[in-house]
């Protein structure tokens, strides 16, 4: 069993940045694959990024990539979101997942996800 929490959310202005952390407990974490999600009301769950076991693979939404960069510090069991050149468009909450232990690849699909985490919400004002 994995527990996942997200922190970072929060308000900011079109332009702004800010930066979401997943952390997990256990001592799995550094076999897993870790993917970002976000969803709006109404809305499907739409991949955002997702990092390999290693950090050395990662992969990106068209529409995030170049403003957003996935990362992780297995020694702190500890996945992170920068996220720069916020648009009123990244209005969502945002969810971290992790992959079971003998799939680290990076992935988009979620169900390659097998625990997520409650969400962190971002609102970006215009």
């Known amino acids: 069993q994995v527990q996942l929490d997200e922190s970072g959310g929060g308000l900011v202005q079109a332009g702004g940045s800010l930066r979401l952390s997943c952390t997990a407990s256990?001592?799995?974490?550094?076999?897993?694959?870790v993917g970002w999600f976000r969803q709006t009301p109404g809305l499907e769950r739409e991949f955002i990024a997702s990092?390999?076991?290693?950090?050395?693979?990662?992969i990106y939404a068209d529409s995030v990539k170049g403003r957003f960069t996935i990362s992780r510090d297995n020694g702190k069991s500890t996945a992170f979101l920068e996220m720069i050149s916020l648009k009123p468009d990244d209005t969502a909450i945002y969810s971290c997942?992790?992959?079971?232990?003998?799939?680290?690849?990076?992935?988009?699909?979620?169900?390659?996800?097998?625990?997520w985490g409650q969400g962190t919400q971002v609102t970006v004002s215009s």
């Open positions: 997942a992790v992959t079971r232990p003998i799939f680290a690849s990076a992935s988009s699909k979620a169900t390659d996800y097998s625990y």
């Open positions: 256990g001592r799995t974490f550094s076999s897993r694959a």
């Open positions: 990092i390999n076991w290693s950090g050395s693979g990662t």
